[in-house]
């Protein structure tokens, strides 16, 4: 049974940082492209980014391009989303999700496991 938790969401001002960290177990992300995703109230849960565990090529969306990084611990069998330079516009829940090919998707309905979500609020 694989599951995806995710940890490290909070409060924090404009302009700050936050790191999420998704932690797998039942199943090493080896082989896996690992995305994160986020959700804000009333609306769609919108693609956030991307990670491949072989090679660990990435891929964000528009809107945090430049801010947002991904990156993972092979040893840890974890992946960080580190968040900089935030706006009260990336307040949502944030999620992620895996699934076990060599290609990664920003459709949501691609991956097979996801994470119960952290929440995110970055204040004004």
């Known amino acids: 049974q694989v599951q995806l938790v995710e940890s490290g969401g909070g409060l924090v001002q404009a302009g700050g940082s936050l790191r999420l960290s998704c932690a797998a177990s039942g199943r090493t992300f080896s082989g896996s492209a690992v995305a994160w995703f986020r959700q804000a109230p009333g609306k769609a849960r919108d693609f956030v980014g991307t990670?491949?565990?072989?090679?660990?090529?990435?891929y964000y969306a528009d809107s945090v391009k430049g801010r947002f990084t991904l990156s993972r611990d092979n040893a840890k069998n974890t992946v960080y989303l580190q968040m900089n330079s935030l706006k009260p516009e990336d307040t949502a829940v944030y999620y992620c999700a895996a699934r076990w090919a060599a290609t990664w998707d920003p459709n949501r309905y691609e991956y097979n496991y996801w994470g119960q979500g952290t929440q995110v609020t970055v204040s004004s």
């Open positions: 990670i491949s565990w072989i090679g660990g090529r990435t």
